[in-house]
């Protein structure tokens, strides 16, 4: 896994992630999986990712914990993914990343695959109080200790 101590420029978490997971196989890798889709085959197939490209993120994506391999078969070896507590705390990403998509990159959604007993429209809720949470009232606070 990348230290963000490592990356050039300004300390970010942003930057930090997208070390992780910010290119466009690792993502979509991981919506296969979350989908149900575990197996090498089925991601290869949802994706639509070069096999060798696939290959390389899966492998990246269990190195970072953001999935694990389980061995499913003995003979021949066979070994399918699975999405681990950091892979689980992606989904949200991805609801809002298809929203925005939906929104702004296509002219029309694809498929609409999100329901709860209604069309599901991804928003940021504060963990702490449960209120909603606008642009306006986030501000960046550095972890930085001052002199």
Known sequence: MTLVSELPG??????AALEVVGDRWSLLAVREVSFGHHRFGEILEGTGAP?????????????????????????????????????????PVL?????WGDRWAVETPPVTL???????APTTVC???GEKVHG?????????PTA
């Open 51 to 91: 096999r060798d490209r696939l290959s390389a993120r899966l492998k990246a994506l269990v190195e970072a914990e953001v999935l694990e391999r389980r061995q499913y078969s003995e003979a021949p070896p066979r070994f399918d993914y699975h999405l681990t507590p950091a892979g689980k705390d992606l989904l």
């Open 95 to 99: 609801r809002s990343l298809m929203a």
């Open 127 to 129: 963990g702490t109080c």
């Open 136 to 144: 306006a009232d986030v501000h960046r606070r550095s972890n930085t």
């Open 114 to 120: 999100l329901h709860h007993d209604h069309e599901l």
């Open 10 to 15: 300004r300390f970010c978490s942003i930057a």
